[in-house]
């Protein structure tokens, strides 16, 4: 009951972080001195706009006011749809190429392990130029388009940016899982399961895994971090229209504060429901 009243809680002490730190905007809208009276009515206008959402509006540089809903849940579900696959895709394949690594012998697994560090350190950009001129050079000899390398209006791009933006954190995770995974396998408790004649995939989906669980879980806050990050710039290469891209042309602080509270929903119900199965499947009790 106790660790049930703690999830609303949380939420609430994040809210009001987020509703602070996008009060910020105003706080130097004056110059180098701080106007905190500002600051005060900028919270509070953002309190207003929880309270009658329905009065929230934002307006376009050619002065044209209409209401924030009439776009936002568009760009909400576009990007929503982009980086909750990208963040399960680099699990999964930071996952996956941990088994396949520990099924080769060491000297190869530590030259994979080099490799993919070497990989890691691959600016994003680079990585996207790759993929992009990939599809079109496959698209001028074959003229087969295999993706979209852009959005537009009426042709929405996914497979792309899921790809591009779940490749530098796949292999960031991949590390950290290679390495616990490593660790792990140091344990007497695993001499004592291969004794009894269990294979290395047994032992990694039915043991290890479970075992690890907790510290993957707690590394992948970077991995969320570096997702959220990156967003702000494939919207911009990719053309979407997503929700970043939205708090760029309308950078009020009530708008900015609803947007990413709203943002943070799907995340935080996520990452409610792993604690949960993580702490049932190994007793461990979990602070995120």
């Known amino acids: 009951m106790k660790e049930l009243l703690s999830i609303p809680i949380k939420f609430l002490f994040v809210s009001i972080g987020l509703i602070l730190l996008s009060a910020l905007t105003g706080l130097f809208r004056g110059g180098a ?9 900028q919270v509070r206008s953002i309190l207003v706009a929880f309270v009658h959402p329905e009065k929230l509006t934002v307006t376009t540089l050619s002065g044209k006011e209409y209401p924030f809903f009439q776009d936002f849940w568009d760009v ?12 399960f895709l680099s699990l999964f394949l930071s996952l996956l190429l941990t088994y396949l690594t520990i099924l080769l012998p060491d000297g190869i697994r530590r030259r994979i392990t080099r490799t993919a560090a070497l ?3 691959t600016p994003d950009l680079l990585i996207i130029m790759i993929i992009q001129g990939g599809a079109l050079y496959i698209m001028r000899e074959t003229g087969v388009l295999l993706f979209s390398v852009a959005a537009t209006a009426s042709d929405p791009t996914y497979i792309l940016p899921i790809i591009a933006l779940s490749l ?42 479970r075992n690890i669980a907790p510290s993957l879980f707690t590394h992948s806050k970077a991995i969320l971090l570096l997702l ?3 967003m702000v710039i494939f919207e911009r290469i990719f053309n979407i229209p997503g929700i970043f891209t939205y708090l760029i042309r309308f950078p009020e602080p009530d708008v900015i504060a609803v947007s990413l509270i709203a943002f943070y929903v799907p995340i935080f119900l996520l990452y409610a429901i792993v604690t949960g199965l993580i702490g049932r499947s190994t007793g461990q009790r979990l602070e995120w």
């Open 228 to 230: 959220l990050s990156s």
């Open 76 to 87: 909400y579900s576009y990007s929503l749809a982009i980086f909750l696959p990208a963040l």
């Open 33 to 41: 001195r701080p106007e905190w009276e500002l600051y005060t009515e």
């Open 168 to 209: 530098i954190p796949s292999l960031m995770f991949y590390k950290v899982t290679l390495y616990l995974v490593n660790d792990e396998f140091k344990e007497p408790y695993i001499d004592l399961i291969r004794s009894k004649g269990f294979t290395e995939s047994y032992i990694f989906y039915r043991h290890i895994l």
């Open 119 to 121: 990989l890691e350190s």
